[in-house]
């Protein structure tokens, strides 16, 4: 049993790795979301749409920040001599999900009135969900 089970661990080890950093990396991210929603707007449920974008934007380049190189180091393993071009590819995936992600939260927050707490969750699944499919697809591709 133990082997069976050590034998799915290195199977599967990129995407339990991917999943740890992905807790990891919204913990993060929406800690200095909620840090700032907290500081700057009083901690509202239901923020402007201004306050929404920039709360928007506080949570995805702390979450760029940390993402890529705990995702190059220990998730994807990578490579790459080329970190520039790598990590550029990196951020302009991020921003692809930062979009949807904006755009589903604008829907929920402030056409929906869901508050943002919960709407913070459901897009957050969704983006970690993209986040890895563009990252594997795109960004740390193994060039064979």
Do not use: H
């Amino acid at each position: 049993m133990i082997d069976k089970i050590k034998a799915l661990c290195i199977k599967y080890r990129e995407v339990i790795v991917y999943l740890i950093v992905g807790v990891l990396t919204t913990l993060v991210a929406w800690g200095c979301k909620f840090l700032w929603n907290y500081i700057f707007y009083a901690g509202t449920k239901l923020p402007t749409v201004a306050q929404n974008s920039v709360l928007s934007v506080v949570e995805n380049v702390s979450g760029i920040a940390f993402a890529y190189p705990t995702n190059r180091r220990w998730v994807f393993q990578s490579k790459n001599p080329n970190i520039l071009a790598e990590f550029t590819s990196f951020v302009g995936s991020r921003v692809a999900t930062w979009i949807m992600g904006w755009l589903l939260n604008m829907l929920l927050v402030n056409v929906l009135s869901v508050s943002v707490f919960i709407s913070t969750v459901v897009v957050g699944v969704l983006v970690v969900i993209g986040n890895y499919v563009f990252s594997k697809l795109l960004v740390f591709r193994n060039k064979k």
